[in-house]
């Protein structure tokens, strides 16, 4: 064992339960892992977050939302970087996340000789780089689904021909999405599948508030069979201490859910003849808007410098006072918070519904990839708390001004924009009240940790 492993663990105590978090090398992924890492550890158990030194970089300059105090009860082991980490296309993370196995555990080796028992908890696509859990008699693990579990239940009934015996309606509207995931990310799911079973559970980023119809469906489907189920979510803040920040400041100078807020996160590129369309329509909409323009993050966002998107000439000046145009990182969850935002125009990855659903906030639903075509679906029909701004079947199209505009008005300015807004509102109210002592989702990370420390 090095001195730096040593050091680590030189506070473990024989008796103790140890947790390893092993978030996927993704930005997209790491902020979840960290928000659970805190929720752990405030139940004074030791919480290891292991992950490459450039992700926990990433991870903890990106935790303001986070208390601080929190943030350093967790104890960061950092891999070494690859190489080959410049690069955020899928298939170099996977090359990536492949070279983690070993360094894995050997590290999850050193603290079960610690401890009583170790609980590694991980994203699906980790499960082969935490396969040797099973060798050790003091270990289990956990899978920790980033996504929602209508997507989880969805993708196993349409990619693993599973009968969706009461879905039936539903599951023929979602066969239009055909072609959500790119062959890559289907060979490295599929590279993942052989090593899941090792795991003892599943712990879902939801509330039963949101989702207790396809929990209950995924309890039931052959492929959680002796597998426990716990729905947690959503792992958020839900209260803030405002710092002063550009776009903070410019929504406490606009009226009550006045405010769209429009951002596709940092994986998603826009081409220049979309991005001049999105223009044309939020300025032609005549409603307010915050608009976080940026390029998709790289692998290693610490190493050079990003695409500046441009925008037509005079944009700015002729919006100045109803929008305003962001291109650097921002609070997404304080920002949804706020009370003068009405709206959020997203790509909806789960992280950003779930932001959204919890905060009240109705959504312009405009998916790009993999599930999030799926998230928009049940935001939009399910939920009934957001329109559609693209339909999946059109996903090639460049989306017109025209439309861009009139969904942005029937959202913010329309009577039926008011009842989805409404809806929005009573869902976020029930969603913030789970996750309060005595709420459902508490009560399920009670049962998580009581489980874990038996």
């Known amino acids: 064992m090095t001195q730096v492993e040593n050091h680590e663990f030189s506070k473990l105590k024989q008796d103790e339960v140890a947790i390893v978090m092993v978030p996927f090398p993704s930005q997209g992924h790491l902020n979840q892992l960290l928000q659970l890492s805190c929720l752990i550890s405030s139940y004074q158990l030791p919480v290891y977050y292991v992950g490459l030194a450039t992700h926990n970089h990433h991870a903890r300059i990106q935790a303001n939302t986070l208390n601080s105090s929190n943030i350093a009860k967790l104890h960061f082991h950092d891999l070494p970087n690859p190489e080959l980490i410049s690069s955020s296309n899928l298939e170099t993370v996977r090359d990536v996340s492949m070279l983690l196995r070993d360094p894995i555990a050997s590290f999850i080796r050193n603290i079960s000789s610690k401890v009583r028992r170790v609980i590694v908890v991980h994203d699906p696509?980790?499960?082969?780089?935490?396969?040797?859990?099973?060798?050790?008699?003091?270990?289990?693990?956990?899978?920790?689904?980033?996504?929602?579990?209508?997507?989880?239940?969805?993708?196993?009934?349409?990619?693993?021909?599973?009968?969706?015996?009461?879905?039936e309606e539903l599951l023929n509207k979602l066969y239009s999405f055909e072609g959500v995931s790119t062959d890559e990310a289907m060979d490295l799911s599929d590279s993942q599948h052989p090593y899941m079973d090792i795991r003892s559970g599943d712990i879902h980023n939801t509330s039963k508030v949101i989702e207790s119809k396809y929990i209950d469906l995924m309890e039931q489907a052959e492929?959680?069979?002796?597998?426990?189920?716990?729905?947690?979510?959503?792992?958020?803040?839900?209260?803030?201490?405002?710092?002063?920040?550009?776009?903070?400041?410019?929504?406490?100078?606009q009226p009550p859910r006045s405010v769209l807020y429009v951002s596709f996160g940092t994986t998603t590129s826009f081409s220049d003849r979309q991005i001049k369309e999105l223009t044309m329509g939020l300025e032609q909409s005549k409603q307010r808007f915050i608009w976080v323009l940026r390029d998709a993050d790289r692998g290693d966002i610490f190493k050079g410098e990003a695409r500046k998107v441009e925008l037509p000439e005079g944009f700015e000046e002729r919006v100045k006072e109803v929008g305003l145009v962001v291109r650097e990182w921002t609070p997404q969850s304080e920002i949804l918070a706020h009370s003068s935002t009405g709206g959020f125009m997203s790509h909806c990855d789960w992280n950003s519904c779930l932001e959204s659903i919890t905060m009240g906030v109705s959504i312009a639903a405009w998916p790009i990839h993999t599930d999030q075509p799926i998230n928009g679906f049940l935001v939009t029909e399910i939920l009934k708390i957001g329109l559609l701004v693209r339909d999946w079947?059109?996903?090639?199209?460049?989306?017109?001004?025209?439309?861009?505009?009139?969904?942005?008005?029937?959202?913010?300015?329309?009577?039926?924009?008011?009842?989805?807004?409404?809806r929005a509102e009573e869902l976020g109210e029930a969603v913030r009240q789970s996750t309060e002592k005595g709420g459902a989702s508490q009560i399920e990370l009670d049962s998580f940790i009581a489980h874990i420390i038996r």
């Open 125 to 167: 696509m980790m499960s082969y780089n935490v396969q040797d859990v099973s060798s050790l008699l003091n270990a289990e693990s956990y899978i920790f689904n980033c996504i929602s579990v209508f997507s989880c239940y969805i993708m196993m009934c349409l990619f693993l021909k599973i009968s969706g015996q009461h879905e």
């Open 223 to 253: 492929i959680s069979l002796n597998k426990k189920q716990w729905a947690i979510g959503p792992i958020l803040p839900t209260k803030f201490d405002y710092i002063s920040n550009i776009c903070l400041d410019w929504l406490n100078k």
């Open 393 to 422: 079947g059109k996903r090639e199209e460049v989306v017109s001004a025209s439309t861009i505009k009139n969904v942005v008005r029937k959202l913010m300015a329309s009577e039926e924009g008011g009842l989805i807004r409404k």
